[in-house]
């Protein structure tokens, strides 16, 4: 554990470096809130410091720049439990007030939403929609040997699948197809549906599970929102890193995975190389769950420099997941 001294030095570097982007020096330092000594003394804590792992200098006549050791102490010890200025907390407020659509608009607006707010690459992973109630099932025509499965799920998703057929089928097999695939899965997770009670025609039954593993073969995956990588890569100056941080973001399957790892080792904030992800080594996640009842249902987080401001960040994907937990309680 660090003395008082030494961790006011540590808070003024991290805190001046999230701002400018630019190496920190003695004098700088010697002149920041809590600290009140000289700058030799400074230059002396400042060499320990980079001794012990919490900063480091990138030029030998420069000033220090936080490792991410320093990071994880700042995180740890020294960000306050932040709240969100009153323009971003109306921003959160109104934006929720009139979300309203397909689930898909939401998440998607709201990876938006975070990006704004944060200045940073924004993730949103929702609902796994095999654990979602369906509440409706229908079947429509296209033509002689084409129709459209649409379901309504119980979190706002709404799928539609274009189904083919080998044999010509008219409106009264989909009208009763429609009423029997109604009768068997309306009520019950999509996922938990193995198969369907047979109706007592052949026709109906291959057409009623086609329709089925079709709707299930879409949602076998958690639907994913990335949004603001031209922000986070605004970020860096080394083209290398932007280049890295940009197809990473790209692979979804990859986002997806990282943030779900954070979130099950239990942690909010992954700093560096502590997620794991070389292409993203010079980046942090800050990640929350999306809770209803109890339940995680989806995730929400920011992914920026090291240098990001983390009690920002923290602050707004805790008051978004929060917002969002509500919304998708509501349905």
């Known amino acids: ?10 808070r003024a570097v991290v805190q001046e470096y999230i701002t400018t982007a630019l190496p920190v020096g003695s004098t700088h330092v010697a002149d920041a809130p809590g600290v009140h000594v000289s700058s030799a003394t400074v230059r002396n804590e400042m060499a320990a410091l ?65 990006a704004h707010l944060t200045h940073y690459a924004a993730v949103v992973v929702g609902p796994h929609a ?80 086609q329709a089925l593993a079709s709707l299930q073969r879409a949602q076998s995956d958690a639907p994913v929102f990335v949004g603001g990588a031209a922000s986070v890569a605004n970020a860096f100056d080394a083209v290398d890193i932007v280049r890295s941080v940009l197809t990473t973001l790209e692979q979804q399957y990859v986002v997806v995975s990282l943030v779900r790892d954070v979130i099950d080792r239990g942690l909010t904030v992954a700093i560096g190389a502590e997620h794991g992800l070389e292409p993203l080594v010079s980046c942090s996640v800050v990640v929350k769950s999306v809770t209803v009842e109890g339940e995680r249902l989806g995730t929400v987080g920011v992914l920026g420099p090291t240098r990001m401001n983390y009690p920002q960040a923290l602050a707004t994907v805790d008051v978004v997941s929060d917002r969002l937990g509500r919304r998708l309680a509501e349905g």
């Open 130 to 209: 095999q654990t979602a109630v369906v509440r409706s099932i229908q079947l429509v025509g296209l033509s002689r040997r084409m129709a459209t499965v649409v379901a309504v799920l119980s979190n706002g998703h709404v799928d539609n699948q274009t189904l083919e057929f080998s044999a010509e089928l008219d409106d009264a097999q989909l009208n009763t197809a429609t009423g029997h695939l109604q009768r068997a899965i309306v009520g019950k997770p999509l996922g938990s549906v193995a198969d369907i009670p047979p109706a007592g025609d052949d026709e109906i039954d291959r057409l009623c599970a």
């Open 50 to 114: 980079e001794q012990e792992g919490f900063l480091v200098q990138p030029h030998t006549s420069a000033g220090r720049i936080p490792t991410d050791k320093g990071y994880r102490f700042f995180v740890d010890h020294l960000t306050p439990s932040g709240r969100l200025d009153r323009d971003a907390t109306l921003q959160v407020g109104e934006f929720f007030g009139r979300a309203h659509g397909r689930l898909e608009e939401l998440l998607s607006q709201t990876t938006d939403l975070l």
């Open 1 to 10: 554990m660090l003395d008082e001294r030494k961790t006011a030095i540590l």
